[in-house]
């Protein structure tokens, strides 16, 4: 079965710091992995994809297929940063987002 | 205000009780789709509608759970016989059809006592 594993709960760093969220997947074939993020009191949003290939927001993220995993940086934090970020993956052929647990992180000013 | 939509925002239901949660997806979006998220969890997949067909219903727990889509427009899903573990937020989404970005709803937050 699919699985995705964000093994940070939270994570905690100072604006201007650089950031790496972790993200581990676990599948035989080509998955599309996702990053998505929650503001305080929003909804659930698309942050990147990897087939886009595009940095948003300052944030990119490369899939190593190798090390099955899908991380997503960032070079310098900011405040408005500070979020709950879900690493996610489909497979071919199927629509559902399998999603990690979550990784809550906190810019410190 | 185009955005996924659903209600109720917050529904405390007795164990036992029937409860209906409403989804109001994107308008034209082919997709629509249900996950639980409890607390602490990344959000799981319940249910996957194409217009009104129900193309994988894999993540229901259990038969208590049911989803519709009669219209290919507005879903609901409902629990029967709610209990403590199905206390969670529901959330649904909506694309506007295979491998288009899914766009999420607010939640339905279900707190069963």
């Known amino acids: 079965a699919q699985r995705v594993t964000q093994p940070e709960k939270l994570l905690s760093v100072f604006k201007g710091a650089p950031v790496e969220l972790k993200c581990n997947y676990s599948?035989?074939?080509?998955?599309?992995l996702f990053w998505y993020v929650q503001y305080s009191r929003q909804r659930l949003q698309l942050l990147l994809r990897?087939?886009s290939r595009e940095s948003i927001k300052g944030f990119t993220a490369d899939l190593n297929k190798g090390e099955t995993s899908f991380h997503l940086k960032k070079p310098f934090a900011q405040e408005e940063d500070s979020a709950m970020y879900y690493c996610a993956l489909t497979i071919q052929g199927a629509q559902k987002l399998v999603f990690g647990q979550g990784t809550r992180l906190t810019i410190n000013p | 205000g185009a955005g996924v939509s659903q209600s109720p925002r917050y529904k405390v239901a007795k164990r036992g009780q029937d409860v209906a949660l409403r989804c109001d997806p994107i308008?034209?979006?082919?997709?629509l789709f249900w996950y639980q998220q409890a607390l602490g969890q990344g959000p799981e997949f319940l249910t996957y509608?194409?217009?009104?067909?129900?193309?994988?219903k894999s993540g229901l727990p259990s038969d208590r759970f049911f989803a519709e889509r009669p219209e290919g427009s507005v879903s609901t899903l409902k629990i029967q016989r709610t209990q403590q573990e199905d206390s969670a937020v529901y959330l649904c989404?909506?694309?506007?059809?295979?491998?288009?970005?899914?766009?999420f709803g607010e939640g339905s937050w279900l707190t069963v006592v």
């Open positions: 990897h087939i």
């Open positions: 308008s034209g979006h082919v997709s």
């Open positions: 989404a909506s694309s506007m059809d295979r491998g288009n970005t899914i766009y």
């Open positions: 509608f194409q217009n009104e067909a129900q193309l994988d």
């Open positions: 599948y035989s074939g080509s998955p599309e």
